[in-house]
Every structure is written in C-alpha cells, then in structure tokens.
C-alpha cells in the first residue's frame, strides 16, 4: 500500500495477502513453522537467499501484518515484534549496547525500564546518566565519549512530562549517538519521533495498541541497520510477539485512530474537571495550557493523549480515600483500556523506584494516574466527584 495513504486507511487496508479462501478478515496463522518443497528450498530460505517465514519465532504473516502496519503509522523503514513493551525495551538495549557503554536517559521513564538501568546496567558495565526533564539544558553535559544513545519518554509514565524531540535529535546528531524514544503514552496516531529524528521507536502494545486490556505486546522500529541487529539477536534469544497476540493487536490498529480521538477527548474533559477542584492540588495534561510543556506539547502531538496525572489533597490518606471511594472505574495498574483506570504509581508501577528518583520526578504518595476510557464522560466524571467527596 502506497504512503500517501492517511493513517486509518493504511491501519484498515494493511493486510497479509488472501489465502486460497478468498477471506475478508485476515486468518489466524498459528503455527510455530513453515514447510519447504525442497532441500533446496529450505538451504536457500535459510541462507537469507529467499525472503519468506522460517519459523516462528523469526517471523510469523500475522506477526508481520502487525509490524507493517506499525512501520507505515510510524513512517518507519522495518521493525520487529516482542512478547511485552518490556521485551521491546530490553531487546533493544541488550542489541545497542557494549560493556563499558554509557545511556543518557530522562530520569522520569517506566519502573520496570528505570529497574533495567539501576538493577541489571550496571552488572554488565553499562552506565546510565539522567537528565531531569525540567532541565534539558542539561543534557549535553552528560554526553560522554561512550554514549551510545539517548533515551526518554513522552509523554512520561506517570507524570506525563513533554520533551521536545527536535531538540533531543539536534543533539544526538551533534554528538552523533542515536535518539532511542518510547512513544507508548503517545501511540503513533498522536505523535511521530521518527519524523523528529529519532532512530528507533518502542512501543508497549498492550496499551492503546490493543486497547481493549487483552494481550501484552511490544514493538521496536526505526532505521533497517539497527532493526535487523535487534531482529538478529531476538531471532538467537527468544522474545518474539506470538502470532495470537499480533493478529488481535492488528485488528485493534483498524480503529486505533477513532479509539484515540475519544480516549483524547475524555481525558481532556478529566483533566479540565480536576483543574476546578477544590480537592485537588494540581494537575497534569499536557494539552491543558497549565502544563509545563504546553507548547511543545501542541507542537508535536496531534492530541493531549489518554492519560492525566493529578494529586489529592491531603497526602497519602487523601489519596486512599480517594481509591478507596471510587466505585466505576478500575483500580489497575494498567493503561490504554477502554475502561477507566485509576492507578496510584507510588505502590503499584513504581514502587521500586528509590525514593530520591520518585520525588525528583513528582512522583509523590497523593499522585494519581488515570487512563481514561471510553465510557460517557459524565459517568467518569461522577465516580470521580464523589471520589473525591
Ligand atoms: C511507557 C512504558 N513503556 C514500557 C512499558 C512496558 O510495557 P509492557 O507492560 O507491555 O511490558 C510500559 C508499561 O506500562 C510503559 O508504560
């Protein structure tokens, strides 16, 4: 299908090739293998000579529908597809990086991410600075001879921070390093890195991806080099995305378009009803003009994205009462569902974050993160009012 194409035709009309059956809606195609019609066949298969499925773990026609589509929404050259957005994470980092390299990365990103940096980098010499997303001029001193990339989120999990990211790519390219962005809060309806300049993008798919709180899933695309060193070392290790998961998440993606709009929406209306409460200390949307990054925010992102942070008045027991008084939406620590979900991040997401990062990142114990849902707006907006009380 040919670029020019608009986002949701390219999400509906992207489609593996029609069987024999003449189906409309794409089959199922579990299998772990493929077979060949010859011993030829199957050395030069093999040898890379021929382009086709192998097994199962290299690739998969619904695995590969799935990350077409991603690669078309994202204006990306090739990508690969992972069991979780943490195996996207893990897989891309373990394939970029050398003992003794150094990452610059946001100190506001996802718990299990920043566990990644703290726990497991440093065991295999790999060194991590961080730079406060408040403070961007500070990221160039940071850059050392071993810097292999910059990393960083945004918006943030959970504080929904804004970066420029055409800021961050005139950098990378300055010190020639690469700009590696999770762009998981934003999806690919909302916002495009890769047309900033980034190099790799990473997706947890188990969030507006899919949508509906189903399956996990994870997704890496960027520039072919590096995404066929990263589908060299998955293909040896394992983390591959199974053929279920990438036929319900390429599904899911035919209306990621029109499910974002209404999750943006929402969220907006959350966001603009917890600004006028007395009970609520602040608030954090990036397409409310209170936010910090508001321009950027505007600059970069078609909409403010599903997600709001806030706090409670009354610190840790205002915000149990508030969690413990919500009666329509979920305590979860998911995000990205049709259904409402309020999550505390202190106890649940980062809560193995030191307590020195969390405050540095305005993770406090009253913050709350709510994904917002698609239910009427009035219905989200009651259970919180009387939440709050
Ligand atoms: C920004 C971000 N990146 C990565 C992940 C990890 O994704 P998964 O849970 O699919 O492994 C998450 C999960 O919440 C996330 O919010």
Redesign the pocket.
């Known amino acids: 299908m040919s670029q020019e194409k608009h986002f949701e035709t390219l999400a509906v009309r992207t489609q593996s090739e029609t069987t024999q059956f003449s189906e409309h809606s794409v089959p199922l195609y579990l299998t772990s293998g493929f077979v060949f019609d010859d011993a030829e066949e199957m050395r030069a298969s093999f040898a890379e000579e021929k382009q086709r499925d192998l097994y199962s773990r290299y690739s998969n026609p619904n695995v590969n529908e799935f990350v077409e589509k991603v690669c078309l929404m994202e204006g990306a050259e090739s990508g690969y597809a992972f069991a979780?957005?943490?195996?996207a994470?893990f897989s891309t980092f373990a394939t970029l990086l050398d003992a003794g390299d150094h990452v610059v990365s946001c100190s506001s990103?996802?718990g299990?991410?920043h566990g990644l940096f703290t726990k497991y980098f440093p065991k295999w010499n790999i060194e991590c600075s961080y730079f406060n997303i408040n403070e961007t001029e500070t990221i160039e001193s940071l850059i050392k001879p071993n810097t292999k990339f910059l990393y960083a989120?945004t918006p943030t999990?959970p504080g929904v921070d804004v970066i420029d990211l055409d800021f961050l790519s005139t950098i990378c390219k300055k010190h020639n390093i690469l700009l590696v962005i999770?762009n998981?809060?934003a999806t690919p309806y909302l916002q495009n890195p890769i047309k900033h300049g980034a190099d790799i993008v990473?997706h947890?798919?188990?969030?507006l991806m899919d949508g509906q709180g189903r399956v996990?899933?994870?997704v890496a695309v960027g520039k072919k080099e590096l995404i066929r060193e990263i589908y060299l070392f998955s293909r040896l290790t394992g983390p591959a995305m199974s053929p279920f998961n990438a036929w319900v998440l390429s599904k899911s993606l035919e209306t990621l378009a029109v499910r974002t709009e209404k999750h943006c929406e929402n969220a907006l209306k959350i966001a603009e009803f917890l600004e006028s409460h007395p009970k609520v200390k602040w608030v954090k949307y990036p397409f409310l003009k209170s936010h910090p990054q508001y321009e950027i925010a505007k600059k970069q992102m078609r909409l403010g994205g599903s997600i709001v942070a806030f706090e409670v008045e009354g610190g840790v027991e205002g915000g149990r009462s508030f969690f413990d008084n919500i009666k329509m939406c979920s305590l979860s620590?998911?995000?990205g569902d049709t259904r409402t979900i309020v999550t505390h991040p202190a106890s649940t997401?980062h809560a193995k974050v030191e307590p020195e990062v969390k405050a540095a990142v305005g993770i406090t114990d009253g913050s709350v993160r709510i994904s917002a849902g698609l239910e009427h707006i009035d219905d989200i907006i009651a259970d919180l009012k009387q939440a709050l009380g």
């Open positions: 979780s957005g943490m195996a994470v990103v996802f299990a991410t989120e999990n999770d998981c809060f990473i947890s798919a188990t969030k996990l899933g994870g620590a998911n995000l997401t």
